[in-house]
């Protein structure tokens, strides 16, 4: 796939993420999402770095695949981000008493998430990311896994009573669904680098929310459901890591054969 592409779904993602944070975002009381539950440095950390960083290795070195695989990994983490908004925020509107509305903030949000969403497409269609990987079948792989579902259902069975209960436990959801892959298959070298690198960044994303909670004290369940949430992200994204130990292999410099065209 064209890295003009990509660079182009990029900037019009970013844009649209940039309009996200200075326009209302919740109608009904016409605050912007630094002041409905959104605070900017986890957006900065999470989004707007990644994506710059992912721009300028595409803009480049994208025939380098490490750097096409780390830039992957970027878009991803900071696409999986902004879906986690997007669905707990829709979770929220969707309520019969919700007192919020969608503001022209949040529409810019969504559109910019589908773009972010759309770029992630085009980059897993490359040649890169194409070969098929098999099932593990080990024990690290299966452990890994039981840990990464552990700590998902662990997050949920204690956030079961929070409200709204979408918009609290869809995270966990996410983050397990996108840990899962990199515990339970045998990926090659540079399908690896995207995964831990997009789990990082949501992992740090799902952290971030309980972490102002305890910062702030308030808190959906309590301070130390807020731990435990914290916890529970960061095992799984250390399954990750852990399950590539047995698979370790270098990522290879450059592969014209396999690699990206302008």
Known sequence: MPVRLVLTLLALGGVLQLLSRVLVFDASSGNRADDSGFAA????LA??????????????????????ALA??????????????????????????????AGPGWWAAVFGTLALLAAVVVLLRAPLFHARPG???????????????GAAVTKIVTFRFA?????????????ALACVPLTLLALDPAQRLLG????TIFGSWVC??????????????????????IASALASVAACYLAQLS????????????????
Do not use: C, K
């Open 135 to 149: 099932l593990r079948r080990s024990w690290p792989a299966a452990a890994m896994t039981v840990v990464v579902l």
């Open 47 to 68: 989004v707007a770095l990644p994506l710059v960083v992912a721009a300028l290795l595409l803009g480049a070195v994208a025939r380098e695949q490490w750097a096409a």
């Open 247 to 262: 698979l370790r292999r270098p990522l290879g410099m450059s592969a014209p054969e396999r690699g990206w065209r302008r």
């Open 163 to 175: 409200y709204p209960w979408f918009a609290q436990n869809e995270p966990a959801i996410v983050l």
């Open 72 to 101: 992957g990994g970027l878009v991803t983490g900071a696409a999986l981000s902004q879906l986690d908004q997007v669905l707990a925020t829709l979770g929220r509107l969707v309520q019969t008493d919700a007192s919020v509305a």
């Open 208 to 229: 971030a929310a309980h972490l102002y909670a305890l910062a702030n004290e308030d808190f959906s369940v309590d301070a130390s459901a807020a731990r435990l949430a």
């Open 196 to 199: 831990v690198t997009a789990v």
């Open 41 to 44: 440095p986890p957006w900065v």
